[in-house]
Structures are given as C-alpha cells and as structure tokens.
C-alpha cells in the first residue's frame, strides 16, 4: 500500500506539473486560436534561464522562480508585435508554421549560448530532503513545492477566469473578438497579454522542473509532445479539460512507471488513441474555445 501512495503522489505531482505548461498552451489556443508549436521551447528557455540565474549568477533559486518566467514573457511580447500578431486573423495552418519555425531558431539560439551538454539546478536547501507522510511513507520536499505551486496555478487561474475583469475580458475576446471592440476592449493589447501569459505559464513549469529533470537542449520536445497528449486528452481550448487530461496523464506515467514500466513510453499515446476513439474532441468537448 505504501508504494501506491507513493505513486499516486507520484501521478499528482507530474499531473500538475504538466497542467501549468499544458494549460498556457490552451489558453493561447482558447483566446488565440493559435496552436503553439513553440510552447516547449518557451518550456526549455524557462529551465535555461533559471540556470544562467542560478549557476551563471548566483541567485537564490526564488529569484530565478521570478525573473526566469518575466524574461521569458517579455520575450513573447517581442514575438507577439514582431510575428504572431500577423497570423490571428489567418488560416490556423500559418500559425502553425510560424510557431514550428520559432520553435527552430529557439532551439538554435539555445545551443549557441548554452551548448549541447547537460546542465542542473540546484533546490533550494529549504526544499532538500524528505517529509515523513507516515512512519513507512516518506516523500521528497522538493515534489511537495511542486504540488504546491501547481495547486496555487490551478487557484489562481480560476480566480482570474471567474472572478476578475481581466479574466471576462480574456473570455469576450476568446468568443467574439469583434463584439468585444465594439465594446471598446482593446483587443490587441488583450491578444498580446494572453500570448506572453501562456509563455510565462510555460516558463514557470520550465523552472519548476529544472532542479529534477536535466536541463538539455531538447527537453523543450518532449514537453511540447505530451502537453498536445494533455490538450487532445482533455479537450483543445478547454481550461477544465486542461487540468483533467494532465491528470490522467499523470496517472498513466506515475501508475505506468511503477506497474509498466517496460511499457511506459507507449502508454501515453494508447491513452490518447482511446480517448480520440470515444470522443474525438477530448473529454470535456467544450463546444467553443473558452
């Protein structure tokens, strides 16, 4: 029983995780109707940032959780003025090979600063060590930051969506962008906020995960692949669908890993093609980006 819970903690802990990068890239997709291939990428800038943060230097790894994301959101405002904003209004397939050639020269850019190798991070040593769960169960501190961080994103988001001006006026633009001017909502200062934000959501799952998983310069592919896997599962533009889909997702890496582990790398994709087979929109199948 206690290897279970440690790997349903295990399942919680990755779901979340890929919820605060899948969810960005909903949104932008929600609001934008932009599939960003590039997401990964802003992803593996995040973790690189943290990096030059923490071991170029020398920052205390909380100011790198900081600056790392707002760096990388800056970055998408310069991306939204000098490209994306050209392809909102346009057929979703230039979209799609302006954010595959971003996701190229990112990925170039990476290696010419930072090279091929592999590099780490350090935690913090607040978040060094074990949590005693039970007298057998111990869990490390660093997983439990993880799941922490996540369900404050998931908070915060909900938050904003439900509760705050901004997050209505992110709404309007997602349903009917022209109604919205009419309404005298600066939509292009809105579209522009919304593509720096899911990069900066990108971003900070990129720090977040930089002290356990090694920083290299494809992580940003991986990621990309299994938040589409998160996206198609739960449903494409669907905040709700977002967070069921990492989850599950989750659950087939952290149940697959300790029962299957022969089979791991495959499962994600049974799992996808299952769930395209039954409903082909995802689980939640929201009728309208939301």
């Known amino acids: 029983m206690g290897g279970l819970w440690l790997a349903l903690l295990n399942s919680l802990d990755i779901g979340l995780l890929l919820f605060i990068i899948a969810v960005g890239l909903n949104i932008i997709f929600g609001v934008l109707n932009v599939i960003n291939f590039a997401h990964g990428a802003l992803y593996m800038l995040g973790a690189y940032l943290a990096y030059a943060c923490v071991g170029g230097l020398g920052m205390p790894f909380w100011l790198a959780l900081l600056l790392a994301p707002l760096g990388v959101a800056a970055l998408a405002v310069v991306l939204d003025r000098a490209m994306m904003r050209f392809v ?4 979703i397939a230039d979209s799609l090979l302006l954010t595959f050639a971003l996701l190229l020269i990112l990925n170039e850019s990476v290696r010419l600063i930072w090279g091929t190798g592999i590099h780490l991070v350090q935690a913090p040593a607040l978040l060094q060590g074990s949590v005693q769960i039970t007298d057998t169960l111990s869990y490390p501190r660093y997983s439990v930051f993880v799941l ?3 369900l404050l994103t998931l908070l915060g988001l909900w938050l904003l969506f ?3 001006r901004l997050g209505r006026v992110m709404r309007a633009a997602a349903l009917d962008r022209e109604m919205a ?3 005298c909502i600066n939509t292009r200062l809105v579209l522009t906020s919304v593509f720096a934000f899911g990069a900066w959501l990108a971003a900070l799952g ?3 995960a930089a002290p356990m ?3 290299d310069p494809g992580m940003g592919d991986k990621i990309i ?6 996206v198609v599962i739960g449903g494409l533009g669907s ?11 989750g659950l087939i890496h952290g149940l697959g890993g300790r029962y299957l582990p022969d089979a791991n790398l495959v499962l994600p994709f049974i799992g996808m093609a299952l769930v395209l087979l039954v409903r082909p929109r995802g689980l939640m199948n929201p009728r309208r980006p939301t």
């Open 239 to 249: 905040f709700p669908g977002a967070l069921l889909g990492a989850i599950i997702l």
């Open 88 to 91: 909102y209004q346009r057929d």
């Open 213 to 215: 998983r090694a920083i």
């Open 225 to 230: 692949i299994e938040s589409f896997i998160v």
């Open 162 to 164: 439900n509760r705050t």
């Open 148 to 150: 922490a961080v996540g």
């Open 206 to 208: 990129g720090v977040v």
């Open 181 to 183: 001017q009419v309404l």
